[in-house]
Structure formats: C-alpha cells, structure tokens
C-alpha cells in the first residue's frame, strides 16, 4: 500500500499468495461501519465480500448479489470480483483501517487526510523491497 502522490510505502508484505485483508470505514451518509473483504489468489486481488449496518443511501451497493441478514447486519458474500487496485481516499471522517493479520492499521493515523491510498499485488523481489524500506528509512 503506498500514497499515490509520493510513493510513498504506508505498508507492505512479500509472499501475499492467499492473504485475506479488510477496509473498514465509516458510511458518509449514514454514519454506519461498512467493511470490505479482500483476498490475494494467483497474485490478484478478488473483493470476496462486505458488510454493513444500515440499508440506506448507496447500500447495499452491490446489486447483482444476494446479502443475508445476520445479527442486525447486511453481509454479502461470495463477490470475488477481481480488481487491478484498490484506491483508498482516506478520510479523518470515514477513519478508514486496514485489518490484516489480526491487526489493525488506522491509515488515517499513517497518512494525511484527504490522502489517495493504492493497494495493490506487485511482483517484487526481497532485495528491491528491501531497498525501497532503506530509501524510505534514508528519507525519513
């Protein structure tokens, strides 16, 4: 995950084969958490699944897909819709986090409001990874 505008490495993992990850964020309009589930299968990103508290503006905002209701929340699940990237406009609003690992990232904490985040799969060596954390490091 690195800020569009600089590059900059907000975080990073080699061997993300089989990696599930989400985004949580808080609803614009009603004020409700929604998550949004991810996979890493053959080195592409599949958006699996999502979940909500509210029916309302803009949710469920996937359409084609069937969602259940299970303890008080919209759970759509079995998407795997491929993506090239995730954008992520972090807001200090939305207080967007990234959940990997069972740990959680609050990237409005790790970035500037208002910041374009991109998370994507990039085939990189260790040895190119670990020269852009010294370059980073040196910058720092």
């Known amino acids: 995950m690195k800020e569009a505008n600089s590059g900059k490495i907000i975080w990073q993992k080699s061997n993300v084969e ?9 609803h614009s309009v009603e004020k409700t958490p929604v998550w949004d589930y991810f996979k890493v299968e053959n080195g592409e990103i599949l958006l699996t699944g999502t979940r909500y508290e509210s029916y309302g503006a803009g949710l469920p905002y996937l359409q084609e897909y069937d969602y259940i209701v299970e ?6 699940n079995g998407i795997n819709k491929v993506l090239d990237n995730i954008p992520v406009r972090v807001s200090d609003f939305a207080k967007h986090k990234f959940l990997v690992e069972d740990k959680e990232y609050k990237l409005y904490e790790m970035t500037r409001p208002q910041n374009l985040l991109i998370i994507e799969v990039e085939n990189v060596s260790q040895l190119a990874m670990l020269t852009r954390r010294i370059k980073q490091w040196l910058r720092n």
Do not use: H, K, S, V
């Open 18 to 26: 089989d990696l599930e990850f989400a985004i949580e964020y808080m």
């Open 71 to 76: 303890n008080e929340e919209f759970i759509i």
